[in-house]
């Protein structure tokens, strides 16, 4: 790769490398690996991302960023899953920085990262219609390689950069878009970002040119920061998620932040408790006269509702929230009044009992209760 320190004079001179520094590109990459060492700190994991911490820190998290989180469009540029992802971004960054931010000044080199990088963030929403929890520098980055592309295609840069600039950045831009296919890894982010900075990148070339000819086009950046601005808000005032989505996912991030550390393990648990309900039920939904029904109870439900009993005495000893904690009594109440209510049936059956009937209702009334409250 052809570096700035190799270029003859007179071209280095049009690119404006003479006397120039990297301050916005050394600032954004300061930036980033401060958050990230302190997201460190925070539990993100420095090879295994939580995703928590990182929607707690703003990423670009579907349900939180159209129910008003606007600000997750900028902060998620700053934010990245692990230390090679932020190495490669700022590997990745800085290579491009070299040459943009001088040929283009600070203030439009940051311009263009920023707009890029929200440009970015809305493709990846507007792609993955499901959801998404996406964060990283790469959409941005990828907008400034955009925008070089743009500029090589014109004769603002020297033939001889471009040239062999124009093969180097068409093999990265390739390759990665390639490489972002497999599973992970945010491709809709990378594409918004390398479109968006390729029109940036055109409108800054009329930018430089004007000002090449000591003529003003004083236009291109409210443009630009104006054009990003309203899509965004238009975006988000289309896309709009109820506001019983926010409360779930806030409930969650709560829960799963509160340094229990057992509430995964509660839901494996209370799936198991779920899967053994619908197996002891079975016999409900056959057609069995009281006998055959009673006998299928004992035989067949009575042990399955056993093993929910264990499960609960589980659940019940474990570090959990206090939603969490409410919910496993609930499931212990449950699991004692089905197993009430095998015995109520098999005392009508068998001791043909009279006052049976009316126990068996109260039974089923508080089941139906704690269910409501299980839901």
């Known amino acids: 790769m052809i570096t700035p320190e190799n270029i003859e004079n007179n071209e280095s001179k049009s690119m404006n490398f003479p006397g120039n520094n990297l301050y916005v590109t050394y600032t954004i990459i300061a930036i980033n690996i401060i958050i990230f060492i302190l997201m460190i700190v925070n539990g993100a994991g420095i090879f295994e991302p939580n995703g928590i911490v990182h929607i707690k ?24 899953f692990g230390i090679i992802h932020i190495v490669m971004n700022m590997y990745c960054l800085y290579a491009v920085g070299v040459y943009l931010e001088p040929m283009l000044g600070k203030t439009r080199y940051i311009t263009a990262y920023l707009s890029t990088g929200v440009l970015a963030s809305l493709v990846s929403l507007w792609w993955h219609k499901e959801g998404v929890n996406s964060a990283g520098a790469s959409g941005a980055v990828f907008g400034l390689y955009g925008l070089f592309l743009a500029l090589l295609t014109t004769k603002l840069i020297p033939e001889t950069v ?16 390639i490489y972002g296919m497999k ?6 982010a990378h594409i918004g970002g390398l479109v968006s900075g390729f029109v940036i990148g055109y409108l800054y070339a009329i930018n430089i040119k004007k000002e090449r000819q000591e003529q003003k086009a004083a236009w291109v950046l409210p443009l630009i920061v104006i ?16 506001e019983a989505d926010r409360n779930a996912v806030l409930s969650e991030v709560r829960s799963r932040s509160s340094g229990f550390e057992d509430d995964e393990k509660f839901k494996e648990k209370y799936n198991e408790f779920a899967d053994l309900h619908n197996r002891a039920g079975k016999s409900f939904s056959e057609k069995l006269s009281d006998e055959l029904l009673q006998k299928k109870l004992t035989e067949e439900s009575l042990p399955l509702w056993d093993k929910a009993a264990q499960i609960a005495r589980q659940m019940q000893e474990m570090d959990i ?5 409410k919910k496993a009594d609930a499931v212990t109440e449950y699991i004692n009044l089905r197993k009430r209510e095998i015995e109520v049936i098999t005392d ?6 009279v006052i049976g009937s009316l126990q068996l209702d109260s039974v089923r009334n508080k089941i139906n209760e704690v269910e409501e409250r299980l839901k």
Do not use: C, E
């Not at 579907?62 to 469009?73: H, I, N, S």
């Not at 471009?162 to 878009?177: E, M």
């Not at 929230?321 to 904690?325: Q, T």
């Open 183 to 188: 599973g992970g890894i945010d491709n809709a």
């Open 57 to 80: 820190w703003g990423s670009n998290y579907t349900p939180l960023t159209l129910t008003g989180d606007w600000w997750r469009l900028v902060t998620n540029v700053f934010i990245h």
């Open 162 to 177: 471009r040239n062999a600039q124009l093969k180097s950045i068409g093999i990265f831009v390739v390759y990665n878009l």
């Open 321 to 325: 929230s206090p939603d969490m904690r």
């Open 227 to 242: 054009a990003t601005i309203g899509i965004a808000a238009l975006y988000l005032n289309d896309n709009k998620r109820p």
């Open 348 to 353: 009508i059956v068998i001791n043909k009992s």
